[in-house]
């Protein structure tokens, strides 16, 4: 057999073993998981196949934009009175500088209707848009090998997107992490093909609407990228002034006191994959399988302290870690921006739609290369990427409920893996 038949037999064997794990973590997580609990007589454990229909049908709640939405309207008509104290059937949490596009929607006429269709089919395609982010992230890592992407292992990053729970999930919520995660895939791609100023921007543009990505920042600064850190703060500058010249100074410092608010009261539903759910959950503190708005788990002091270390021993752990020459990668990166997730008190299962890029780059630039197949990463990317419902049958079992917070200690399994990266010293792994 002749090198290039050698190549091509080793691209195929790449190609298949790719394709083949998403075929079979969509059927362990959606047909054998469903097989099991219906032989143990435990019932319908739930699937994403709801989700799912509701993204095929470009169809999606109001998560996020009705109380963008109405508080822009309470805006209107109370110029004089803070927005954050506005009386919406939801909080609004967000910047108001992530308010800006729908300000501009409002000034082009545009009804409550066509705002919502509008953000719809932008939120549905930005789903697909983390795909071809993922795809075009790989096509260009493997390419810098000599190699070319196949069609099996772009099948497999499209069936690895919308069999992602995280991700359609923040879709049919109609929530705006859906956009966010394909910026994270955006800056991961930037990131790996040199273009640290757009990533830069970018990140700035995710901390609009989640101020926990400033983390990125803290990173950039760390690493000493100062064309990220000064396009981070141009763009921030731009975004700051043209909200204060829409809501005014004292709503947009208002933010701050939202913010301090937010750090000490969040909920212990099941779906809250971070510290604070998980302890909360293992003490029986607040509501788990149920879920009522607006109720937030009663306040206890050490564990609010205990979800201030682990977020501060994360944040540390990820800057102060000897990456060697990986340090200030995508990898580093990737890591910092599991963490951003993982360190807040309140951090729902679809924050983590941001594991589909950092997986695809995983991949391609490192874990195809191996010898051996690379089964952390598999397992920890099965636990972020899928919707494991049968656990919720562990909620009344002391000890072993944390078991529901499988999408948490995915996350922090797949950052764990990627710190390895920095010890495995292998050149495959830089980008």
């Not at 800006?100 to 395609?125: E, F, H, N, Q, Y």
């Not at 709503?251 to 994959?273: P, R, W």
């Not at 990898?331 to 360190?343: F, K, N, R």
């Not at 710190?419 to 292998?426: F, I, K, P, S, V």
Request: hydrophobic share 55%; proline share 4%.
């Amino acid at each position: 057999m002749t090198s290039v038949e050698l190549q091509n037999t080793g691209e195929r064997t790449h190609d298949r073993r790719l394709l083949e794990y998403a075929l079979l973590s969509l059927l362990l997580a959606n047909v054998v998981q469903w097989a099991v609990c219906r032989a143990l007589h435990l019932g319908n454990p739930g699937s994403m196949i709801p989700d799912l229909k509701a993204f095929f049908h470009v169809r999606q709640w109001t998560d996020s934009w009705l109380p963008m939405m109405k508080s822009l309207d309470y805006f209107k008509a109370h110029p004089t009175l803070p927005i954050y104290d506005a009386k919406l059937y939801d909080t609004l949490i967000y910047s108001l500088a992530s308010e800006l596009p729908l300000v501009a929607m409002r000034k082009m006429g545009m009804s409550d209707t066509a705002m919502l269709r509008v953000l719809a089919i932008g939120s549905w395609l930005a789903v697909w848009g983390v795909a071809v982010v993922s795809i075009a992230m790989g096509r260009w890592l493997l390419r810098r090998r000599g190699e070319r992407l196949t069609w099996p292992a772009a099948l497999a990053v499209v069936l690895a997107t919308l069999g992602c729970y995280p991700l359609i999930k923040g879709y049919s919520l109609g929530n705006a992490q859906t956009f966010l995660s394909f910026g994270f895939a955006v800056l991961l791609l930037l990131w790996t093909t040199g273009r640290e100023r757009w990533a830069g921007a970018v990140a700035a543009l995710m901390t609009a609407v989640k101020p926990q990505f400033i983390l990125l920042l803290v990173w950039m600064l760390v690493r000493k990228r100062w064309g990220a850190v000064w396009a981070f703060v141009a763009c921030g500058v731009v975004l700051i002034a043209a909200s204060v010249a829409v809501f005014g100074w004292h709503n947009n410092l208002d933010y701050l006191g939202v913010l301090a608010g937010l750090s000490h009261k969040a909920q212990s539903h099941y779906a809250n994959q971070s510290m604070f759910g998980t302890i909360n959950r293992m003490i029986f503190n607040g509501e788990n399988i149920g879920y009522t708005p607006y109720v937030y788990t009663p306040y206890i002091p050490w564990v609010y302290r205990v979800t201030v270390a682990t977020s501060l021993l994360l944040v540390g752990l990820v800057l102060v870690y000897p990456w060697r020459a990986l340090r200030g990668s995508t990898a580093d990166l990737a890591a910092m921006g599991i963490v951003s997730v993982a360190a807040s008190p309140m951090a729902w299962e679809h924050h983590y739609g941001i594991v589909v890029g950092i997986a695809s780059w995983a991949w391609f630039a490192h874990a195809c290369w191996m010898k051996k197949r690379p089964w952390v990463l598999g397992v920890a990317v099965f636990l972020c990427l899928n919707f494991l419902p049968a656990f919720n049958y562990l909620a009344d079992k002391r000890g072993w409920n944390v078991l529901q917070s499988y999408l948490y200690f995915g996350a922090l399994l797949l950052m764990g893996w990627l710190m390895h990266l920095a010890r495995a010293n292998d050149e495959a792994a830089l980008g």
